[in-house]
């Protein structure tokens, strides 16, 4: 049974960091891409960072500069470091594990940034 396991969501104040951690049990074919999303109250999902087998990232242009998706392969964990946060990242933020065979979604971790 695969298993994503989503930790270090919370409640920070502007400028400061959290960092994000998704770890994929179960797997049976290793992922293609690795990724976060994000959910605000009465938004649509977005796509916040994703990075690939290859090593190859890329961004939601509101989150440049400031976050920084990782993984450890070996361990099918992603990590998103999140530094300077501003109060419009506030959201739930979901991690996405998929290959060619699977798509895998975390439960969800809330990240709540003051003013």
């Known amino acids: 049974q695969v298993q994503l396991v989503e930790s270090g969501g919370g409640l920070v104040k502007a400028g400061g960091s959290l960092r994000l951690s998704c770890a994929a049990s179960g797997l049976k074919f290793s992922p293609n891409t690795m990724g976060w999303h994000r959910q605000a109250p009465g938004k649509q999902r977005e796509l916040v960072a994703i990075?690939?087998?290859?090593?190859?990232?890329n961004y939601v242009d509101s989150v440049k500069g400031r976050f920084t998706i990782s993984r450890d392969a070996a361990k099918n964990t992603v990590y998103l470091q999140m530094n300077s946060l501003k109060p419009e990242d506030t959201a739930i933020y979901y991690c996405n594990i998929a290959s060619a065979f699977y798509d895998y979604w975390g439960q969800g971790t809330q990240v709540t940034v003051s003013s």
């Open positions: 990075i690939t087998t290859g090593g190859s990232t």
